[in-house]
């Protein structure tokens, strides 16, 4: 069968990767085209379009790159028509991604999406164009089947795509040689993925480095850039950066500084006490602050619904505050022992892999019966 995915950054290429995968288990006949990264493209199929050129964060962000969204949307659309696949599968990414299902589902295609959008964070009204545009949802997050059936929506829970990477992983067997690191205790520096975000919170991040003396700090790089994009932030200080290497780093990490996003989940699966950081735009923030109704901005105190892990932002994401925070997670041990203690409950929520599997089992069924229905 043909799939057309659509994933606009790198958690979504990341779970992607790992369905179709799973997906080629299940079809040996399985023809991919879609928008996504690296670790798509090494399944196999086109890739049409690098989420690199796609991912915008936060309104004023995305105002200013409206033309660039409008092309991409277009030159989805089009491709997808003349590529006529069995079913399309969205992955996250909901600013553009609902988009591409209120066309496709105008098609009379098959409309799949792995990865709900959150919509219960804000502008909860927008189930009822899920409900409208997407023939079967697929959710990571336990407390969101409740929140879609109190809308009169049924969905399928999968469990967390995040498990089934982590327990995929095979850690590098000489890290620290292979990559030129000492042999001081790592903090891990996790930036995020675009632009927007590296050069917001590396900053702040490297800031806090010359207090800890007795520890490495390390940059997780992000696949789209290079090793001279992150140069510009380090102020001539030789920090290691290391690309496609994130989950090696976590695995030999005394602790972490986590931008806000997939990857405070997946230092909290490694058992890395972390402080996430965030800082946007003022308006965007601003306008998000009006807007969003919820407590967290991290996944692992939202999954929690309480305080597991720090959070420092806008004004509170310093050099200063991160550094206070590192020396909790460092030396203060009950601190760091509280943490650890929220990061069981986590698992135990979280509950076993799977997910990529499932979703690609529910994929296939759903799509061999719509074809059946259609001939």
Request: with cysteine; hydrophobic share 45%.
């Given at each position: 069968?043909?799939?057309?995915?659509?994933?606009?950054?790198?958690?979504?290429?990341?779970?992607?990767?790992?369905?179709?995968?799973?997906?080629?288990?299940?079809?040996?006949?399985?023809?991919?085209?879609?928008?996504?990264?690296?670790?798509?493209?090494?399944?196999?199929?086109?890739?049409?379009?690098?989420?690199?050129?796609?991912?915008?964060?936060?309104?004023?962000?995305?105002?200013?790159?409206?033309?660039?969204?409008?092309?991409?949307?277009?030159?989805c659309k089009q491709d997808i028509v003349a590529y006529q696949p069995d079913v399309l599968v969205l992955i996250d990414f909901p600013g553009f991604?609902?988009?591409?299902?209120?066309?496709?589902?105008?098609?009379?295609?098959?409309?799949?999406?792995?990865?709900?959008p959150k919509v219960w964070a804000w502008n909860q009204k927008r189930v009822l164009k899920i409900k409208k545009v997407v023939d079967h949802l697929?959710?990571?997050?336990?407390?969101?089947?409740?929140?879609?059936?109190?809308?009169?929506?049924?969905?399928?829970?999968?469990?967390?795509?995040?498990?089934?990477?982590?327990?995929?992983?095979?850690?590098?067997?000489?890290?620290?040689?292979?990559?030129?690191?000492?042999?001081?205790?790592?903090?891990?520096?996790?930036?995020?993925?675009?632009?927007?975000?590296?050069?917001?919170?590396?900053?702040?991040?490297?800031?806090?480095?010359?207090?800890?003396?007795?520890?490495?700090?390390?940059?997780?790089?992000?696949?789209?850039?290079?090793?001279?994009?992150?140069?510009?932030?380090?102020?001539?200080?030789?920090?290691?950066?290391?690309?496609?290497?994130?989950?090696?780093?976590?695995?030999?990490?005394?602790?972490?500084?986590?931008?806000?996003?997939?990857?405070?989940?997946?230092?909290?699966?490694?058992?890395?006490?972390?402080?996430?950081?965030?800082?946007?735009?003022?308006?965007?923030?601003?306008?998000?602050?009006?807007?969003?109704?919820?407590?967290?901005?991290?996944?692992?105190?939202?999954?929690?619904?309480?305080?597991?892990?720090?959070?420092?932002?806008?004004?509170?994401?310093?050099?200063?505050?991160?550094?206070?925070?590192?020396?909790?997670?460092?030396?203060?041990?009950?601190?760091?022992?509280?943490?650890?203690?929220?990061?069981?409950?986590?698992?135990?929520?979280?509950?076993?892999?799977?997910?990529?599997?499932?979703?690609?089992?529910?994929?296939?069924?759903?799509?061999?019966?719509?074809?059946?229905?259609?001939?």
């Open positions: 069968m043909k799939y057309y995915l659509v994933a606009g950054e790198a958690s979504g290429d990341l779970h992607g990767a790992n369905l179709m995968k799973a997906l080629k288990e299940l079809d040996r006949q399985a023809d991919f085209r879609f928008f996504g990264g690296d670790l798509m493209q090494a399944e196999g199929g086109t890739l049409v379009k690098h989420y690199a050129d796609m991912a915008f964060m936060g309104f004023v962000e995305v105002a200013l790159n409206l033309s660039t969204i409008l092309k991409n949307l277009k030159k991604n609902l988009k591409i299902a209120e066309f496709a589902k105008a098609q009379g295609l098959l409309v799949c999406y792995y990865i709900s697929f959710c990571i997050l336990p407390f969101e089947v409740d929140f879609y059936k109190t809308w009169g929506m049924d969905i399928d829970y999968v469990g967390n795509p995040l498990l089934d990477a982590v327990d995929a992983f095979k850690p590098q067997a000489n890290f620290f040689t292979d990559n030129n690191l000492t042999g001081k205790n790592i903090v891990a520096l996790l930036p995020g993925s675009r632009k927007q975000e590296i050069s917001r919170l590396l900053p702040q991040m490297l800031g806090a480095m010359h207090q800890f003396p007795h520890h490495q700090f390390v940059i997780a790089g992000a696949p789209s850039f290079n090793k001279e994009y992150y140069t510009q932030y380090l102020g001539g200080a030789q920090v290691p950066v290391i690309f496609n290497a994130t989950y090696d780093i976590l695995a030999n990490a005394e602790a972490a500084v986590v931008a806000s996003g997939t990857a405070t989940l997946e230092t909290a699966l490694f058992n890395v006490p972390q402080v996430v950081v965030y800082k946007g735009n003022a308006v965007t923030i601003g306008i998000a602050r009006m807007l969003i109704k919820i407590k967290f901005i991290s996944l692992v105190n939202l999954i929690m619904d309480k305080a597991v892990v720090k959070e420092l932002i806008q004004a509170d994401c310093t050099a200063i505050k991160i550094t206070e925070e590192l020396n909790n997670l460092l030396h203060n041990t009950h601190y760091r022992q509280q943490m650890l203690a929220g990061y069981d409950e986590l698992d135990n929520r979280m509950g076993t892999p799977g997910a990529s599997a499932k979703t690609a089992q529910l994929i296939v069924s759903y799509t061999q019966n719509n074809k059946a229905l259609l001939k």
